[in-house]
């Protein structure tokens, strides 16, 4: 044990010494050849069990000299150690966790619902040896919020990842299905870690080869891979596929030719990936095609794929994300295009809808179509990958991103009727239920870019497992588990995590701004760009609508009446611009430039105010991290510090850029105790960024 624990204090120097590469994530490297004193007791023998097993074993965590019994409720063991009532309320993917007498001896029990369940439960563990050791007795029972946990990769097949500031994609397609990158086994268990349970392979804007015989069999080589760790694979379509791939002369829903094609497909399909999740469709949207192209609905549309799905028990997660340039304002479309088809989908479809009601932006209003579909299940979807919120350069931890979101209340059954709520089947007893999050991860050695991008995917998996968990516990466990539990590391880098989103909104889009980023790449701001010819709702201009009266877009009953699409109480509470939460004020009304704020500012100053908190706290942060260099390793202290300095940079490039040229509007000046802007509003408006097309991923 002694040598053991100088090993672990040797390899901990070394690494603080000359560090990290990132790839571990919040994970010990599988052991190689090396066994714990740790014994593990399972009647059971299924892949996943076995995995399980090797992580208990993993000396790293430390388990220590301790007997631990893992199987699932028809394990013999098991069944020893926990009582009939208990295990039978055990869900699959549930689990429980026990100290228990074995032999006379304490040991540690875990039962899973299913495998899946034991292996969670093993993470489980692990998860407590590190983050608060097994000093006491540990008694947990766990059940997942959501049951369908998935990530969506927007990865297109030439490798590029559409939004992806990662490198490239991992899935190497023309590698597949013959040499599979050992990249592949670790993602899916960077993902069973947290409980994830899904991945849809491939980017919405789908290409059709995806569903060509070619591709299936590099899809399948994928999922087997990934079963052991309970991750299933699932695609995204292009709604014209049987045109594109077999040269039908329609994919008109209503057309039998078109649904016998689906439905060879699923069999296809499930032939090969026998427990194939279902398909994710992003239809007339942005260009796609879709089943209004044939003067069909989405519930035409998505019907007919759940129908080719339904006997193998797949679903369809049919995306809201709609909008076209019109008479109606952007944010009110996905809500007048689905509320009519409510209740009139099939039980396996679910319809996925993007936190806020435009796109992703730093800070949203939740998407008032949480509040209106009570017939049909709903999902949401977030983006962990930062495409609004600095890519992979800007340190933004989004679980309070995510939480603002799901802890909303709808009001659709009174009061408490959160998204969360609404979501994840309690509130209507849905039988499906369902979380998004598109990912930010890709070929990078530290697969997301940033060492601290990281903590979103982990927090989005956390909050699809529990999504009561605070933002605060998540940042705690991560930190734990990535770096160190000192409490001298951990308390200043938790508050600057749960500080950094907000940061962001100050200093890019503060009291409710949202979408003035430049044309296309949106990294940068470009409040001012007006591309000739552009579709207007693409443009910045649509969104603030500075004039000399003031800035924000009239959402109220007198403007776009979208604050109608909310249940009351807060159609009202957002219309009345006296009650609006402040950080929503821009979203809902056009505010005069001397409005009174709660602060006793006027707007103006208010803004100026916000965006330069925004400078100053992402200054802080370097400060923070600097002090806590003697807790990392050399190579993570570097990545982020130089990190830090483009955030600090860009920081004060957004606050300039957005105080100058509302200034052409407010005529007012900067608050004078504040810092003067250092850019010229000419010199920043030259700036263009080659950030690329959709930001495919540069070579
Ligand atoms: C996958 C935004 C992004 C697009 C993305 C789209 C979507 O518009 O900028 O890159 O396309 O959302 O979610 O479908």
Same mark, same amino acid.
């Given at each position: 044990?002694?040598?053991?624990?100088?090993?672990?204090?040797?390899?901990?120097?070394?690494?603080?010494?000359?560090?990290?590469?990132?790839?571990?994530?919040?994970?010990?490297?599988?052991?190689?050849?090396?066994?714990?004193?740790?014994?593990?007791?399972?009647?059971?023998?299924?892949?996943?069990?076995?995995?399980?097993?090797?992580? =208990?074993?993993?000396?790293?965590?430390?388990?220590?000299?301790?007997?631990?019994?893992?199987?699932?409720?028809?394990?013999?063991?098991?069944?020893?150690?926990?009582?009939?009532?208990?295990?039978?309320?055990?869900?699959?993917?549930?689990?429980?966790? %026990?100290?228990?007498?074995?032999?006379?001896?304490?040991?540690?029990?875990?039962?899973?619902?299913?495998?899946?369940?034991?292996?969670?439960?093993?993470?489980?563990?692990?998860?407590?040896?590190?983050?608060?050791?097994?000093?006491?007795?540990?008694?947990?029972?766990?059940?997942?919020?959501?049951?369908?946990?998935?990530?969506?990769?927007?990865?297109?097949?030439?490798?590029?990842?559409?939004?992806?500031?990662?490198?490239?994609?991992?899935?190497?397609?023309?590698?597949?299905?013959?040499?599979?990158?050992?990249?592949?086994?670790?993602?899916?268990?960077?993902?069973?870690?947290?409980?994830?349970?899904?991945?849809?392979?491939?980017?919405?804007?789908?290409?059709?080869?995806?569903?060509?015989?070619?591709?299936?069999?590099?899809?399948?080589?994928?999922?087997?891979?990934?079963?052991?760790?309970?991750?299933?694979?699932?695609?995204?379509?292009?709604?014209?596929?049987?045109?594109?791939?077999?040269?039908?002369?329609?994919?008109? #829903?209503?057309?039998?030719?078109?649904?016998?094609?689906?439905?060879?497909?699923?069999?296809?399909?499930?032939?090969?990936? #026998?427990?194939?999740?279902?398909?994710?469709?992003?239809?007339?949207?942005?260009?796609?095609?879709?089943?209004?192209?044939?003067?069909?609905?989405?519930?035409?549309?998505?019907?007919? =794929?759940?129908?080719?799905?339904?006997?193998?028990?797949?679903?369809?997660?049919?995306?809201?994300?709609?909008?076209?340039?019109?008479?109606?304002? %952007?944010?009110?479309?996905?809500?007048?295009? !689905?509320?009519?088809?409510?209740?009139?989908?099939?039980?396996?479809?679910?319809?996925?809808?993007?936190?806020?009601?435009?796109?992703?932006?730093?800070?949203?209003?939740?998407?008032?179509?949480?509040?209106?579909?009570?017939?049909?299940?709903?999902?949401?979807?977030?983006?962990?990958?930062?495409?609004?919120?600095?890519?992979?350069?800007?340190?933004?931890?989004?679980?309070?991103?995510?939480?603002?979101?799901?802890?909303?209340?709808?009001?659709?059954?009174?009061?408490?009727?959160?998204?969360?709520?609404?979501?994840?089947?309690?509130?209507?007893?849905?039988?499906?239920?369902?979380?998004?999050?598109?990912?930010?991860?890709?070929?990078?050695?530290?697969?997301?870019?940033?060492?601290?991008?990281?903590?979103?995917?982990?927090?989005?998996?956390?909050?699809?497992?529990?999504?009561?968990?605070?933002?605060?516990?998540?940042?705690?466990?991560?930190?734990?588990?990535? !770096?160190?539990?000192?409490?001298?590391?951990?308390?200043?880098?938790?508050?600057?995590?749960?500080?950094?989103?907000?940061?962001?909104?100050?200093?890019?889009?503060?009291?409710?701004?949202?979408?003035?980023?430049? !044309?296309?790449?949106?990294?940068?701001?470009?409040?001012?760009?007006?591309?000739?010819?552009?579709?207007?709702?693409?443009?910045?201009?649509?969104?603030?609508?500075?004039?000399?009266?003031?800035?924000?877009?009239? %959402?109220?009953?007198?403007?776009?009446?979208?604050?109608?699409?909310?249940?009351?109480?807060?159609?009202?509470?957002?219309?009345?611009?006296?009650?609006?939460?402040?950080?929503?004020?821009?979203?809902?009304?056009?505010?005069?430039?001397?409005?009174?704020?709660?602060?006793?500012?006027?707007?103006?100053?208010?803004?100026?105010?916000?965006?330069?908190?925004?400078?100053?706290?992402?200054?802080?942060?370097?400060?923070?991290?600097?002090?806590?260099?003697?807790?990392?390793?050399?190579?993570?202290?570097?990545?982020?510090?130089?990190?830090?300095?483009?955030?600090? %940079?860009?920081?004060?490039?957004?606050?300039?850029?957005?105080?100058?040229?509302?200034?052409?509007?407010?005529?007012? #000046?900067?608050?004078?105790?504040?810092?003067?802007?250092?850019?010229?509003?000419?010199?920043?408006?030259?700036?263009?960024?080659?950030?690329?097309?959709?930001?495919?991923?540069?070579?």
């Amino acid at each position: 044990m002694k040598k053991f624990t100088i090993l672990i204090c040797l390899l901990a120097l070394f690494t603080v010494a000359y560090g990290e590469d990132g790839s571990r994530l919040w994970l010990q490297p599988l052991p190689y050849g090396q066994t714990n004193s740790t014994s593990i007791i399972s009647g059971e023998k299924s892949p996943t069990i076995g995995l399980a097993i090797s992580e =208990l074993n993993n000396p790293a965590y430390q388990l220590g000299s301790r007997t631990i019994l893992i199987g699932t409720t028809t394990d013999k063991n098991i069944r020893k150690v926990f009582s009939k009532s208990e295990l039978s309320t055990l869900s699959p993917e549930s689990y429980l966790i %026990r100290t228990v007498q074995w032999n006379g001896k304490e040991a540690i029990a875990i039962a899973g619902g299913d495998d899946k369940g034991a292996l969670y439960g093993s993470y489980h563990l692990l998860r407590l040896a590190v983050t608060n050791g097994l000093g006491s007795p540990v008694s947990v029972r766990e059940v997942p919020a959501y049951k369908v946990r998935v990530l969506n990769h927007w990865d297109n097949l030439d490798g590029s990842v559409e939004r992806g500031y990662a490198g490239y994609s991992l899935w190497k397609w023309e590698d597949l299905p013959n040499t599979l990158s050992p990249r592949y086994k670790e993602y899916a268990r960077a993902n069973a870690s947290i409980g994830i349970n899904g991945t849809v392979l491939n980017n919405v804007n789908a290409d059709p080869l995806i569903l060509t015989h070619e591709y299936l069999i590099k899809v399948k080589a994928l999922a087997d891979v990934f079963r052991p760790y309970g991750l299933k694979v699932y695609l995204s379509v292009n709604f014209s596929s049987p045109t594109a791939i077999s040269g039908l002369p329609t994919s008109d #829903p209503l057309d039998e030719g078109v649904q016998r094609w689906w439905k060879d497909k699923a069999k296809e399909i499930y032939a090969l990936i #026998p427990d194939f999740g279902g398909f994710l469709v992003k239809a007339n949207s942005e260009g796609l095609p879709g089943p209004q192209d044939f003067g069909r609905t989405h519930a035409d549309g998505a019907n007919m =794929l759940a129908d080719a799905l339904q006997p193998y028990n797949g679903i369809v997660m049919w995306r809201a994300f709609v909008y076209n340039p019109g008479n109606e304002e %952007r944010a009110k479309q996905a809500y007048l295009e !689905f509320t009519p088809f409510d209740g009139k989908f099939r039980s396996n479809v679910i319809i996925q809808i993007k936190n806020g009601p435009i796109d992703f932006q730093p800070r949203e209003p939740f998407s008032p179509l949480f509040g209106a579909m009570k017939q049909t299940p709903i999902m949401p979807e977030f983006q962990i990958t930062q495409e609004y919120l600095g890519f992979s350069n800007h340190l933004a931890y989004l679980a309070p991103m995510f939480k603002e979101c799901l802890d909303s209340d709808t009001y659709a059954q009174g009061e408490g009727s959160t998204v969360a709520k609404v979501t994840d089947g309690s509130l209507y007893g849905n039988k499906i239920s369902a979380i998004a999050g598109v990912a930010n991860i890709g070929e990078d050695t530290n697969w997301c870019g940033h060492d601290f991008a990281q903590a979103n995917w982990y927090a989005f998996g956390r909050l699809a497992w529990n999504h009561q968990l605070t933002s605060e516990v998540i940042a705690d466990e991560w930190l734990k588990m990535t !770096f160190t539990n000192d409490p001298e590391f951990l308390s200043p880098i938790t508050k600057m995590m749960l500080d950094s989103r907000e940061a962001v909104v100050n200093y890019m889009m503060p009291l409710g701004l949202n979408h003035i980023f430049a !044309f296309d790449h949106h990294y940068g701001p470009e409040p001012w760009c007006d591309v000739p010819g552009a579709r207007p709702d693409w443009m910045p201009t649509y969104y603030h609508r500075a004039d000399s009266t003031g800035l924000g877009f009239d %959402r109220t009953t007198s403007g776009s009446n979208g604050v109608s699409q909310y249940n009351q109480p807060l159609a009202d509470l957002y219309n009345n611009i006296d009650t609006c939460p402040e950080e929503y004020l821009l979203w809902f009304h056009h505010t005069a430039w001397n409005h009174q704020m709660k602060s006793g500012n006027i707007m103006w100053d208010e803004l100026c105010r916000h965006y330069d908190k925004g400078v100053l706290q992402v200054r802080e942060f370097q400060k923070i991290w600097d002090r806590s260099e003697h807790f990392v390793d050399t190579d993570r202290f570097h990545r982020v510090q130089s990190k830090l300095r483009i955030q600090a %940079r860009d920081a004060v490039w957004w606050r300039d850029a957005c105080l100058l040229y509302f200034q052409t509007f407010s005529k007012q #000046p900067i608050p004078y105790d504040l810092e003067r802007p250092v850019h010229d509003l000419d010199d920043l408006k030259k700036i263009k960024l080659n950030m690329g097309h959709n930001n495919k991923a540069k070579k």
